[in-house]
């Protein structure tokens, strides 16, 4: 039972435009949100995230929007850079406390090309 | 100096062995967290401890056991090893409670069950 899904697999954008990577959950009760980034043989780093209590967040050149109504979240990089390059995992916080865990999507490969 | 770091980074092994992951992370952090990553990418949560004490066991076999010796380790033993415990596996760590619990991931070990 996937409760968070990346249905795109991989995205290849141009240097300079706009990336979209989608994520889509079915658990209501998720309360926060988060993108991480991973490069190869690296750890998830945490990019940024988003209260369900907001529909927006912005950090630099990433920013993250939230559809309540649809469970759908987005993350828009512009302008995209090489270095943006990896792979992006949308993430969604479930529980309380101590009791708290994040449920992940299986990730969206990003390809910058020049 | 890495903030949450694994050991070893590889781990190559016969079907039936025992063999340990050590995690330690500096940064002061309450909960700390294995998950493993699957050869179909998915980042599944396995267990997380805060202050030492067993928070979250997601329906783990009880092969796997983690041991916390104290809130900055999180080690992972693993008995009777079997071909499908090849995966990677990442330690985590997080301040709880925390707005967005941003986790911060190390490198991951990646295990070859032969």
């Known amino acids: 039972d996937q409760q968070v899904k990346q249905n795109s697999p991989s995205l290849s954008v141009q240097e300079g435009r706009i990336s979209i990577l989608n994520c889509d959950y079915t658990?209501?009760?998720?309360?926060?949100f988060l993108w991480y980034k991973k490069y190869p043989a690296e750890g998830p780093t945490f990019l940024i995230s988003?209260?369900?209590?907001?529909d927006k967040n912005e950090d630099g050149r990433f920013t993250v929007f939230l559809n309540k109504s649809a469970k759908h979240l987005s993350l828009h990089i512009v302008p995209s850079q090489p270095g943006d390059s990896a792979v992006y995992f949308c993430a969604a916080r479930g529980g309380t406390g101590t009791a708290s865990k994040l449920t992940f999507g299986t990730g969206t490969r990003l390809q910058v090309t020049l | 100096d890495t903030a949450v770091s694994q050991t070893p980074k590889y781990l190559v092994t016969q079907m039936g062995n025992d063999k340990s992951i050590k995690c330690e992370q500096n940064l002061g952090h309450d909960t700390m967290y294995w998950y493993k990553q699957d050869s179909k990418k998915f980042l599944k949560i396995m267990f997380s401890y805060n202050n030492k004490e067993l928070i979250i066991n997601e329906t783990v076999p009880n092969r796997f056991s983690p041991k916390s010796p104290d809130k900055a380790h999180l080690n992972l033993h693993i008995n009777s090893l079997e071909l499908g415990d090849s995966a990677v596996y990442f330690c985590?760590?997080?301040?709880?409670?925390?707005?967005?619990?941003?986790?911060?991931f190390g490198p991951g070990t990646r295990l070859t069950v032969l």
């Open positions: 985590a760590s997080s301040r709880i409670p925390v707005g967005g619990n941003e986790q911060f």
């Open positions: 988003i209260s369900s209590i907001k």
């Open positions: 658990n209501s009760m998720f309360d926060y």
